[in-house]
């Protein structure tokens, strides 16, 4: 027996999905969004490295700062501080701390 002829019809890519039709779009989309992606990546990534760098720096410079404040305050007590010669000692010894340190008697200890 012959072989029997066959019509042979043109393919059409309406059958094929959307990602097989044209590959070489495909591929050059592809390159492009990663590209996109990636850099995208290291804009978010150097932002994120700046803020942190950012809030680091402040916290520093808030430290320096207290630290500064807080030194700054114990010169002034220091300098504050009026020595002399108390005579009536159990008088003294019978007020708070509290009391002793607002009106400026310190004991030898807490000088």
Same mark, same amino acid.
């Given at each position: 027996?012959?072989?029997?002829?066959?019509?042979?019809?043109?393919?059409?890519?309406?059958?094929?999905?959307?990602?097989? %039709?044209?590959?070489?779009? !495909? /591929?050059? =989309?592809?390159?492009? *969004?990663?590209?996109? &992606?990636?850099?995208?990546?290291?804009?978010?990534?150097?932002?994120?490295?700046?803020?942190?760098?950012?809030?680091?720096?402040?916290?520093? %410079?808030?430290?320096?700062? !207290? /630290?500064? =404040?807080?030194?700054? *305050?114990?010169?002034? &007590?220091?300098?504050?501080?009026?020595?002399?010669?108390?005579?009536?000692?159990?008088?003294?010894?019978?007020?708070?701390?509290?009391?002793?340190?607002?009106?400026?008697?310190?004991?030898?200890?807490?000088?």
């Amino acid at each position: 027996m012959a072989k029997l002829e066959q019509r042979q019809l043109p393919k059409s890519n309406e059958g094929k999905p959307a990602h097989f %039709r044209d590959m070489s779009t !495909r /591929k050059n =989309n592809d390159v492009e *969004k990663i590209k996109r &992606e990636r850099e995208r990546r290291h804009r978010v990534r150097d932002l994120a490295r700046q803020l942190r760098d950012d809030v680091q720096q402040e916290e520093k %410079r808030v430290r320096e700062s !207290r /630290k500064a =404040n807080a030194q700054r *305050k114990v010169d002034n &007590e220091k300098k504050s501080m009026v020595v002399q010669e108390i005579k009536n000692i159990k008088a003294m010894k019978k007020l708070s701390p509290k009391h002793r340190h607002k009106a400026k008697i310190f004991l030898k200890h807490e000088l």
